[in-house]
């Protein structure tokens, strides 16, 4: 149905997967972090900075494009690649997170859901199908299905339910994908013929419930399953052991892409239990808030001990910033509210989650990946604390 | 005494001239733009960006400097190119503009000025002397003197006596200068040997005042002029009369620099009344407004009606904004609140800048200014209103 769509697994390494997934727009090497572009641009980046980067795919928002500019003027510009761009695959969130984030101003039925737009206050709403319409109109290379998300904690009455509404909205994001795809929708713009959707495996930090979403989604049947509802605050051993959970039980053949996570240590422990997709606001929004990370943990440049620092923010690290500006200049700029400084500093932390996928990659290849964990979470948990 | 300084003019085209600036850190092609880094950094721009624009000089605030990060600390990373990574030729304003904006929170007397800090409110005094010394520590290519700069309009006898203190202050720092170039002032710290010192014209739109500055600024004798106290709210003839008629009176072998003009059309005037550098905030603070220069004057991306422009902001420009990206998307960027909306307008409007110099320097190479500037001024100046 997706023409586009592949994964192939080129290397294991216990549960770690070195993979190459092909979308309509070329082609992703696993593991993989995908930058966030919200509303179709990477916050404080160009595209030409995100490409230079080395990034090979983005994450947009179906609701926030949705909401503006609309899915309708995307569609008349050619999608979203045209209209941004971004010539490299693009997967769009449904918005399930962010709908159900509107505490207070959505109503949930089977139907779906309506809610106040967080712009201007009108009355919207969203349905599987219609979130299936938005992002084949929006062209993405792979579009998520609308799910419900609960948060942490949660009772597991409320987790149950959420996770059986998510898997009765699968079945017919699915019936509406399989109709847009096959032609049977043909009032529904369509500028990436090749799109795939993903499903979404709910229950929350319940096993069993996690063990019956996994069935039902499967038996849906997409081109790969995400893991969402985590990376909401729960402690990361939850996370780490629900995500290796779930991941066990998902096919050998599709990636599997744990939704919202996460520090640098998250990604390298999800890896290693199966995790071959991940996308975080971390490294962009920290850019933005002064927080560097570096190989020896994170550092704040906000603070009064960089004003004299001639060195760059992490010595090993080849990113433009590093290999152009100290941290008394990156700390000059912050301190005086230069938008530079979100650029410089966004420009580094995207390198550093680019770049821990890299070596990731590189140690499913060569084997060592366990080695490579143990190393790297070693050195970047020792200092954490004492250099920020 | 400024062992890098020099200056060649190679043609003439009426009053217009080619000329060669060689400064500590380089060369710069005359007529020249510089874009405005006020605090060592133009504003949302990477120094990767500015020089990927084909910028070949930089100008920065000596004011805002000293108060932050201070220029005893710009001075121990080795001085402004050090700090902020950039290589080539930077000029520092010396903040007499800025000091003399803080209406009411500065006491001037022939001594110098005490102000209050537009950061912490904290007190502070400049000098001439001072002032040098801090632009020695920045290490600028440039360092202009500190002038009393006048608001538009001003009585007569309130700008004399403020260009006859400019002209007392002139003295005070080039002697200061000579101190420290020739080794006597050990104490300042001289990051570039080569630094060079531009005097500052006066008097307002008095023809009369300005003859009079002329004269005392060459009895004391700088490596060249800069004509102040224009841009500040005159209209454009006065501007273009006041500094053509200052222009024809300083020597033909120092370049001629008019202060904090203009928009491009100024540009092409004051180049055909005999100006060779220039530096202006518009480019950079319009581009933050989402004011839009093009070869058939401004346009306002804000505006509906370029929600469904797939075409680039100016259809004949190289730039990599007009090279990536549509009216449309820029428009999405800019009411969505993106920071890389004003770094895409920035570099597209400081292109044009540095084009618009281009084709200038160009032009009176070939002889056919006079042609170049009509044609120049009557397509940008004949739609700009119908278009924004």
């Not at 992703?28 to 179709?40: C, E, Q, Y």
């Not at 620092?309 to 700029?333: I, N, V």
Request: glycine share 10%; net charge neutral; aromatic share 8%.
């Amino acid at each position: 149905m997706s023409t586009g769509f592949g994964f192939d697994v080129m290397a294991r390494d216990g549960r770690a997967r070195r993979g190459r997934l092909r979308l309509a727009h070329g082609v992703v090497d696993t593991p993989a972090f995908m930058p966030v572009g919200t509303r179709g641009a990477v916050k404080a980046l160009t595209m030409a900075q995100l490409h230079d980067l080395g990034a090979d795919i983005m994450l947009a928002n179906a609701y926030h494009l949705h909401l503006r500019p609309g899915d309708d003027a995307v569609a008349r510009a050619g999608g979203l690649h045209a209209f941004t761009g971004w010539a490299k695959p693009i997967l769009t969130d449904s918005g399930g997170f962010q709908v159900f984030s509107l505490a207070g101003r959505r109503t949930v039925s089977d139907e779906g859901v309506v809610f106040q737009s967080h712009l201007d206050g009108s009355a919207r709403a969203l349905s599987p199908e219609s979130v299936a319409d938005i992002q084949s109109r929006l062209g993405s290379d792979v579009a998520m299905v609308f799910d419900e998300c609960t948060a942490w904690p949660v009772e597991r009455e409320q987790a149950a339910a959420a996770m059986r509404r998510t898997l009765r909205w699968a079945r017919r994001a699915r019936d509406r994908f399989a109709a847009i795809s096959s032609g049977r929708a043909p009032e529904v713009a369509r500028p990436t013929p090749g799109q795939a959707q993903f499903g979404i495996v709910q229950g929350s930090t319940f096993k069993d419930l996690r063990d019956e979403s996994v069935a039902g989604t499967l038996a849906v049947g997409f081109e790969a399953y995400a893991i969402g509802g985590l990376s909401v605050g729960e402690p990361p051993e939850v996370m780490y052991d629900i995500a290796g959970h779930t991941a066990d039980q998902l096919p050998a053949t599709a990636p599997r892409y744990l939704m919202g996570a996460g520090m640098p240590n998250d990604l390298v422990e999800a890896v290693g239990r199966g995790i071959d997709l991940f996308d975080c606001v971390l490294p962009t929004r920290n850019a933005r808030n002064g927080q560097l990370f570096t190989r020896d943990g994170p550092i704040s440049i906000k603070n009064a001990r960089y004003a004299g620092d001639d060195g760059p923010p992490d010595a090993e690290c080849q990113c433009p910033t590093c290999r152009s500006h100290s941290r008394a200049y990156l700390r000059h700029l912050f301190m005086a509210g230069e938008m530079s400084a979100a650029t410089l500093n966004t420009a580094h932390n995207l390198h550093f989650y680019l770049d821990t996928m890299r070596q990731i990659r590189k140690a499913i290849e060569f084997g060592i990946f366990e080695d490579f964990k143990h190393a790297y979470l070693d050195r970047y948990t020792r200092r954490a604390h004492s250099l920020t």
